[in-house]
T-cell receptor
Framework: DTGVSQNPRHKITKRGQNVTFRCDPI?????LYWYRQTLGQGPEFLTY????????KSRLLSDRFSAERPKGSFSTLEIQRTEQGDSAMYLC?????????????FGQGTRLTVV | AQSVSQHNHHVILSEAASLELGCNYS??????LFWYVQYPGQHLQLLLK??????LVKGIKGFEAEFIKSKFSFNLRKPSVQWSDTAEYFC???????????FGKGTTLSVSS
């Protein structure tokens, strides 16, 4: 499968613990996005990378959240000191290295449950 | 800030019925619009997109959408739904910076056979 891959698919953690998710985008895509989706809501934008540069961050991305894309390939999203309100599906998407935005391809997401 | 409104939270139809899902966006400038679908247990997939040109856009699986600039709308249609169309449908627009998608809250479509 050459689509966007996310790991793990599910994560259950205790409140206060740190968690890290990984996203492997489609190999030729230079743009990578993280979104969060809660029940009954559409995906909400968190952050955007072009190659290794983090170019945009939503105000939803609190200080406890950090994302990296060290070599412009895979990306990680870390949540420190998790809270119950962090429980959600975390989606990663990638898009092509064209000049403009054309289409985003989404992974299956990581479902986080904070207990 | 840009936003997307989807009027129908849950739509229930019988097979062969016609479908129209509403979508309105807030931005008045140049817009790029999308409909994504999420089948149960699967990832978001693109149904169709509008960037410019013919305002009637045809997508996969018999879906189409019409961009009406004067109404700020991009409604999704299908003449005859199938049980396999049961899914969640999201309308989205590119943000003003052109860097990310802004999604509506989604519409759950349930089709009974």
């Amino acid at each position: 499968d050459t689509g966007v891959s996310q790991n793990p698919r599910h994560k259950i953690t205790k409140r206060g613990q740190n968690v890290t998710f990984r996203c492997d985008p489609i190999s030729e895509h230079n743009r990578l996005y993280w979104y969060r989706q809660t029940l009954g809501q559409g995906p909400e934008f968190l952050t955007y990378f072009q190659n290794e540069a983090q170019l945009e961050k939503s105000r939803l991305l609190s200080d406890r959240f950090s994302a990296e894309r060290p070599k412009g390939s895979f990306s990680t999203l870390e949540i420190q000191r998790t809270e119950q309100g962090d429980s959600a599906m975390y989606l990663c998407a990638s898009s092509s290295r064209g000049q403009g935005f054309t289409e985003a391809f989404f992974g299956q997401g990581t479902r986080l449950t904070v207990v | 800030a840009q936003s997307v409104s989807q009027h129908n939270h849950h739509v229930i139809l019988s097979e062969a019925a016609s479908l129209e899902l509403g979508c309105n966006y807030s931005y008045g400038g140049t817009v790029n619009l999308f409909w994504y679908v999420q089948y149960p247990g699967q990832h978001l997939q693109l149904l169709l997109k509008y960037f410019s040109g013919d305002p009637l856009v045809k997508g996969i699986k018999g879906f189409e959408a019409e961009f009406i600039k004067s109404k700020f709308s991009f409604n999704l249609r299908k003449p005859s739904v199938q049980w396999s169309d049961t899914a969640e449908y999201f309308c989205a627009v590119i943000n003003q910076a052109g860097t990310a998608l802004i999604f509506g809250k989604g519409t759950t479509l349930s089709v009974s056979s």
